[in-house]
């Protein structure tokens, strides 16, 4: 069984903090093994984003990189290491996206400015900031179910987080307080949560499209009154969108977007 490494454990090996969203990205100064690793989990994040989980061979991985074929266990002793480490990125990037979005909004955002913000900062990081996420997405129906079931371990705190924001929303009566929490996170987090097979190579579509989709036929049907004057405010969709653009800014040196190349002969 290969154990899912916790999201502080997988954020750890970075061996930096995120900078204040807005400030300039650190210059990130991999030692030699660390740039061989990450460029090997970006390969394995490509290949299996593309093929799945079974029709990859580690032998694939590694013709992505040139890297000597011995050489990579080292790193990923078997195919099942590299998914445990993708699935663990996966959740900590996509995690630090909303957290540090909703971190930076003013201090009086209500619950109802929380939500807008985490839809718009998950769809970022599901479809265009974080390669680790769509390959996690694309391949998590197909690994064995013990790593199933440990990436599920990793994403509860992401749930709770969640549990928490729409109890608090209900409390304040920016949403209906009628409705089961649990329930209604299913249904936020499965709308989110799918990879759109169509939303590759569709230059008319972006995250932020996808997103209003979701506000306006799920979150709006959720809002009272109250919720929704504050979601119609002129200026709410300016602050998320900054919010979320210096989360992603900050983590810039930790995301790996579809388009970065990986590169080959390494050691």
Same mark, same amino acid.
């Given at each position: 069984?290969?154990?899912?490494?916790?999201?502080?454990?997988?954020?750890?090996?970075?061996?930096?903090?995120?900078? =204040?969203?807005?400030?300039?990205?650190?210059?990130?100064?991999?030692?030699?093994?660390?740039?061989?690793?990450?460029?090997?989990? $970006? /390969?394995?994040?490509?290949?299996?984003?593309?093929?799945?989980?079974?029709? =990859?061979?580690?032998?694939?991985?590694?013709?992505?990189?040139?890297?000597?074929?011995?050489?990579?266990?080292?790193?990923?002793?078997?195919?099942?290491?590299?998914?445990?480490?993708?699935?663990?990125?996966?959740?900590? $990037?996509?995690?630090?996206?909303?957290?540090?979005?909703?971190?930076?909004?003013?201090?009086? &955002?209500?619950?109802?400015?929380?939500?807008?913000?985490?839809?718009? &900062?998950?769809?970022?990081?599901?479809?265009?900031?974080?390669?680790?996420?769509?390959?996690?997405?694309?391949?998590?129906?197909?690994?064995?179910?013990?790593?199933?079931?440990?990436?599920?371990?990793?994403?509860?705190?992401?749930?709770?987080?969640?549990?928490?924001?729409? /109890?608090?929303? /209900?409390?304040?009566?920016? $949403?209906?307080?009628?409705?089961?929490?649990?329930?209604?996170?299913?249904?936020?987090?499965?709308?989110?949560?799918?990879?759109?097979?169509?939303?590759?190579?569709?230059?008319?579509?972006?995250?932020?499209?996808?997103?209003?989709?979701?506000?306006?036929?799920?979150?709006?049907?959720?809002?009272?009154?109250?919720?929704?004057?504050?979601?119609?405010?002129?200026?709410?969709?300016?602050?998320?969108?900054?919010?979320?653009?210096?989360?992603?800014?900050?983590?810039?040196?930790?995301?790996?977007?579809?388009?970065?190349?990986?590169?080959?002969?390494?050691?």
């Amino acid at each position: 069984m290969i154990a899912l490494r916790t999201k502080r454990k997988a954020a750890a090996t970075d061996r930096r903090t995120a900078p =204040t969203p807005g400030s300039p990205s650190p210059v990130v100064r991999y030692t030699k093994s660390e740039r061989t690793r990450r460029q090997l989990l $970006i /390969a394995a994040a490509k290949v299996f984003s593309e093929r799945g989980y079974s029709n =990859t061979r580690v032998s694939d991985i590694v013709s992505v990189v040139g890297i000597h074929p011995a050489s990579i266990y080292y790193h990923f002793p078997s195919k099942d290491a590299f998914v445990a480490e993708l699935l663990a990125t996966a959740v900590s $990037i996509g995690w630090r996206v909303v957290h540090l979005a909703v971190e930076n909004l003013p201090a009086d &955002a209500s619950p109802i400015e929380h939500i807008a913000t985490s839809v718009y &900062a998950h769809m970022s990081a599901v479809l265009e900031v974080n390669i680790f996420v769509a390959a996690a997405l694309r391949i998590i129906g197909e690994v064995p179910e013990d790593i199933r079931k440990d990436f599920r371990n990793l994403q509860k705190e992401y749930m709770d987080y969640w549990d928490d924001l729409l /109890a608090k929303a /209900a409390k304040s009566g920016e $949403i209906d307080p009628d409705l089961d929490i649990r329930i209604l996170r299913v249904i936020i987090i499965n709308a989110m949560g799918g990879r759109p097979e169509w939303y590759t190579g569709r230059k008319s579509l972006n995250a932020n499209k996808i997103a209003d989709h979701i506000m306006a036929s799920l979150i709006n049907g959720i809002t009272t009154p109250k919720g929704k004057r504050k979601l119609d405010a002129p200026e709410l969709r300016d602050t998320v969108q900054r919010v979320v653009k210096g989360a992603i800014d900050a983590l810039g040196p930790d995301i790996a977007r579809a388009e970065e190349p990986v590169s080959a002969g390494l050691e």
